[in-house]
């Protein structure tokens, strides 16, 4: 599983705490300082859930129909649709879509996942329907014009994906079961924790 350069499987996994996902497919999560956020397949919601007891606390609508990638901007919720492959920015009081805009990749066959935020907006694109692909994409977007900054291929099945403030996360899924660490100057995985999970989205 030396998916893209790195040292495989180096970061033991080690579960902390767990807390149940507030409905089935959970697709992804997003931390906005107090709170984490929840999206997932089929859902209309996003659903605001306590960092201490796991509890929905809150939730707001959407009309994004197959939501798989989520990130918190400070301000606002990125959201990605899988049914139509486009990037969303949403009032997290209200749900209203405040932009819209196609991902950026030129493949074919798109299917818009992971997203994260370090002032500027990260996209995975597995470009593939259920398993891994030569060709996924990890996609930077500038935070201002989102135009493409960086576009750098990830072999795999990538999904979530988080910004720890230094490295960025990426979860490969599809049978795969892994979660990379990356150096974004670079686009080089650096260190990776096998799940026993296939589908750590």
């Known amino acids: 599983n030396n998916m893209n350069g790195s040292s495989t499987g180096s970061i033991p996994l080690i579960i902390v705490d767990s807390i149940s996902a507030p409905a089935d497919y959970i697709q992804d999560l997003a931390f906005d300082g107090e ?16 960092m201490g007891t796991g509890a929905v606390i809150g939730s707001i609508p959407t009309t ?29 009081n209200t749900g ?38 030569v060709n996924a ?3 930077c977007l500038s935070s201002v014009s989102l135009a493409t900054l960086q576009s750098n291929y990830n072999p795999g099945w990538p999904t979530g994906l ?28 650096v260190d990776s924790i096998i799940t026993p999970w296939i589908y750590p989205n």
């Open 64 to 92: 994004v129909y197959y939501a798989a990638g989520l990130t918190f901007d400070g301000v606002d919720i990125w959201v990605t649709d899988k049914t139509n492959n486009q990037i969303h920015k949403l009032d997290k």
């Open 137 to 139: 994409q990890t996609f």
């Open 162 to 189: 988080a910004w720890d403030g230094q490295y960025l996360w990426c979860s490969h899924s599809a049978g795969i079961g892994i979660i990379q660490k990356y150096d974004i100057s670079t686009f080089t995985a």
């Open 96 to 133: 209203n879509i405040l932009q819209s805009f196609p991902t950026p990749s030129t493949s074919g066959s798109t299917y818009a996942t992971g997203l994260a935020w370090n002032g500027n907006l990260w996209h995975n694109d597995p470009n593939s329907v259920g398993s891994a692909n």
């Open 35 to 50: 709170y984490l956020w929840a999206c997932g397949a089929y859902w209309d919601t996003i659903y605001k859930i306590s």
